[in-house]
């Protein structure tokens, strides 16, 4: 079975066939760097790094792009408000961004692309579209012409008759229509601004992508993602500047990930549940924020919750935990053994439901109720009296590259035996002097681990478990 696709473009699933045999051209809408992320920030970038990770594992080169937008009026008002240089400003941010991302589990793109970088490009490819009579200058402003371009709409599925002015589309009189959007904007006292044929300014939002997608992948790409909130304008004001320049089609698979709902209620400022990552990953294992995020469908609404984080935070250790178990009794497993081939078949199944879940749409979900059936399986292997070096490494080879794929490689972090034997001696000074309290979470801490005490009248042993 082929990857399914849902696009947003025609509003079903498709079966995946990029344009060329073998290879995937894919662009990501990345942050606009005045700021830390916040968890809505976090989850396009969590959501497409697995797609990426997965369409790798089925074997395709994936050439993917993420840009930075360096520059507009959220960068320039508090770059003033803080007394910096726009470009320290952006500098400290992104810098900032690649420690969250990394955080968690995000490897970077293979091209992150800078608007300031690419400002000849912007403006020779606007200078295209004033030619083709898709924009005009007015008052040092070039804008686009919305209405010249036949298919605007066709990605919100709206008339242009239906459509309202959108996000950062500002109802002015220069303007032909209210819903024609800035290509460049004349530069105001003080502002950054580059020279152009209309004067000294900057690029408006949306042509930044068109740009920085043709440079880096070509006039058509394979899959344009973001968050569901960019649908429209950006997305919908992209096609339009790349169909009118090009005259190709911009990209033949859009997708779109759902929104973060905090405690049930939208992510707002105004709320006062605008969660920042930098803040949350000291609070919460990173690795269990990743999990989190891809326990739930990328196209469906996230509910962050602190019970529902702790249940994602149990469910990652019962998977650590079952892995760690499975090394472990390797130190005693034997070479040889019957019923190697039923237990491979077992680890078999779990890896086709998975794929066939991550086939199906990138499900996460389903991906991940597969790994809770491998470890099922796992643990009933491991109550084997004798098990087999071969199948217990067919386990682990299996746990190792879907957890690769949902960018949670295992940690190799395991307590030596003089700290267990610290941890125990600490134990029993607790038991004698009666804080059982303490004694119980290092009991617990142990078992986490896959550490098994038993008190015993000639003291207390451990076994890996």
Known sequence: MSIQIYNTLTRKKEPFIPMEEGKVKMYVCGPTVYNYIHIGNARPVIVFDTVRRYLEYRGYDVNYV???????????????????????????FINAYFEDVGALGCAKADAHPRVTEHIDDIIAFIQVLIDK???????????????????????????????????????????????????????????????????????????????????????????HAGGQDLTFPHHENEIAQSEAM???????????????????????????NFILVNDIRKQIDPRVLRFFMLSV????PVNFAQELVESAANGLERIQTAYTNLKHRLESSADLGDQQDIWKNKVDESVRLFEVAMDDDFNTANGIAAIFELVKMANLYLLEKNTQTEVLNYFISAFERLMEVLGLPFSEEELLDDEIEALIEERLTARRERDFSRSDEIRDLLKEKGIILEDTAQGTRWKRG
């Open 297 to 300: 469908h990328y196209r469906h």
């Open 133 to 223: 009579g898709f924009a005009y200058e007015a008052q040092g402003d070039v804008y686009y012409r919305t209405r010249k371009f036949d298919g605007y709409g066709k990605l919100s599925h709206q008339s242009i008759d239906e459509l309202k002015v959108g996000a950062r589309i500002e109802e002015s009189e220069i303007k032909e229509n209210s819903l024609d959007f800035a290509l460049w904007k004349s530069a105001k006292e003080g502002e950054i601004s580059w020279e152009s044929p209309w004067g000294l300014g900057r690029p408006g939002w949306h042509i930044e992508c068109s740009v920085m997608a043709r440079e880096h992948l070509g006039d058509t790409i394979d899959i």
């Open 66 to 92: 993420s840009n930075f937008t360096d520059v507009d009026d959220k960068i320039i008002r508090t770059a003033n408000e803080l007394g910096e240089e726009v470009g320290e400003l952006t500098d400290r």
């Open 246 to 272: 090009t005259g190709k089609q911009f990209a033949r698979y859009w997708m779109h990930n759902g929104y973060i709902n905090i405690d049930n209620e939208k992510m707002s400022k105004s709320l006062g």
